[in-house]
């Protein structure tokens, strides 16, 4: 099954203690990126990377770090997490546009982040 | 900056009505204009999508409009159904590199029997 995955679903953590978010991806798709939603904000993207060894930034990648040593992987480093980082995460991948034409993003389940 | 609006954060409706959602952005250089659906505890999902160079498209049960004289995307659910009760987010996008999408904050369709 064509599918995204993320681990943990679920992570309470403290301020300050380096955490990573695993995302993976089976659809040999070249394009990556992160997002973090948070209410009446709607989906943010952190960092995406267009292939493997490029990444960059998004809109919001302060206290953020990515890596993409293989195509399928995709984690999200939070080297000191911080409360304000308290959000739901999502990972999403696709393939880039060939023909002008939308090319669309398969977003994983989401990780629920809390850190106090 | 480039952004998307949603004009109501929570919409109810009667099983059966048919359900319009609406979206507005301010990039009239958008390419791309998609409708998401997300479901409690799920990623968004794809629903329908249009290009700017359309003004209507149509999908199983749903219908998407664009304005772009006034700026304007909204999302028609005919029948609405108690499985259509999900937070619904517009998204635009550029072409160009890596094709970024913007979102909007999203519309709560809640479903009443």
């Known amino acids: 099954e064509a599918q995204v995955t993320q681990n943990p679903r679920y992570l309470i953590t403290v301020t300050g203690k380096k955490l990573t978010v695993t995302c993976s991806q089976n659809?040999?798709?070249?394009?990556m990126s992160w997002y973090r939603q948070d209410p009446g904000l709607g989906l943010r993207q952190i960092y995406y990377?267009?292939?493997?060894?490029?990444?960059d930034k998004g809109d919001v990648p302060e206290g953020y770090k990515v890596s993409r040593k293989e195509k399928r992987n995709f984690p999200l480093i939070l080297e000191s997490p911080s409360p304000n980082q308290t959000s739901l995460y999502f990972c999403a991948s696709s393939s880039p546009s060939r023909s002008s034409s939308y090319n669309e993003q398969f977003f994983g389940p989401g990780t629920r982040l809390t850190v106090l | 900056g480039e952004s998307v609006g949603l004009h109501l954060p929570t919409l109810s409706v009667q099983e059966g009505d048919n359900s319009i959602i609406n979206c507005a952005y301010s990039n009239s250089a958008s390419d791309y204009f998609i409708w998401y659906k997300q479901e409690s505890g799920k990623g968004p999902q794809f629903i329908i999508d249009?290009?700017?160079?359309?003004d209507k498209r149509q999908g199983q049960r749903v219908t998407v409009l664009l304005n772009k004289t006034v700026k304007h995307l909204s999302l028609q659910i005919a029948a609405t159904q108690p499985g259509d009760s999900a937070v619904y987010f517009c998204a635009v996008m550029r072409f160009g590199g890596y094709n970024k999408l913007i979102f909007g904050a999203g519309t709560r369709l809640a479903v009443h029997p």
């Open positions: 659809m040999n798709h070249e394009y």
């Open positions: 249009i290009r700017s160079n359309m």
């Open positions: 990377s267009m292939n493997v060894e490029v990444t």
